[in-house]
């Protein structure tokens, strides 16, 4: 039982580059969320996913796209990566009425 | 646009000290969380509360609500150093959550 798992945990890109940061769940959780780190800013919402096939936008949906592929996973894509989009990234789960649970992060730095 | 302060922003104790820490809106959330996050890992989920006024205990931390619902605190008993990371409080509207900054706490031996 892994839980919430995350790939990759680092990342250095280039400007301009993309990519997808993938996650997957093993607890069959409806609800899943993608949330941003940045330091003094507590984490903040790009996008969540209330249940297989609905995405909605959260606080900070700009420069992002996901998928929900499946119920157990949900992917987080930068198309064109700036250098504002360096950051911790955590995907998480819910489970009502109060359980959200987090993966390790993926640690990206835009250059 | 819901939003969560804490304070302090940082805090450094001796072990074996007491110690409160604050999370503050102007906003009523229907519930609130504390979590600890340690250095390279996703947050925990340490307690959620849900009404005002309620206090949760957990060994040597204490939880409590404000009767508005839009404040909460935490309070740790003799301080270890197993107690150090950072403490987010996220409070819940209606399907999403909003976290506040964080109080990063170091608890020396």
């Known amino acids: 039982n892994a839980g919430v798992t995350q790939t990759p945990k680092f990342q250095v890109l280039k400007t301009g580059q993309s990519m997808t940061l993938q996650c997957a769940q093993d607890?069959?959780?409806?609800?899943m969320y993608w949330y941003r780190q940045d330091p003094g800013m507590g984490l903040r919402l790009i996008y969540y996913?209330?249940?297989?096939?609905?995405?909605d936008k959260g606080e900070v949906p700009n420069g992002y796209n996901v998928s929900r592929l499946n119920k157990r996973e949900f992917s987080l894509r930068l198309e064109s990566a700036a250098p504002s989009q360096t950051s911790v990234y955590f995907c998480?789960?819910?489970?009502?009425?109060?359980?959200?649970?987090f993966g390790p992060g993926t640690r990206l730095t835009v250059t | 646009t819901q939003l969560l302060e804490q304070s302090p922003q940082f805090l450094s104790i001796q072990e074996g000290e007491n110690l409160t820490v604050y999370c503050n809106s102007s906003?009523?959330?229907?519930?609130l969380q504390w979590y600890r996050q340690e250095p390279g890992e996703g947050p925990v989920l340490l307690v959620t509360?849900?009404?005002?006024?309620e206090v949760k205990k957990l060994k040597r931390l204490t939880f409590q609500f404000g009767d508005a619902r839009k404040d909460s605190s935490l309070h740790i008993t003799a301080a270890q150093p197993g107690d150090t990371g950072l403490y987010l409080c996220?409070?819940?509207?209606?399907?999403?959550?909003?976290f506040g900054p964080g109080t990063r706490l170091s608890v020396l031996p």
């Open positions: 998480g789960t819910f489970s009502a009425p109060y359980e959200q649970y």
């Open positions: 607890m069959n959780h409806n609800s």
């Open positions: 996913s209330a249940s297989e096939g609905t995405t």
């Open positions: 906003s009523v959330f229907s519930s």
């Open positions: 509360v849900v009404t005002g006024g």
């Open positions: 996220a409070g819940r509207y209606g399907q999403n959550f909003v």
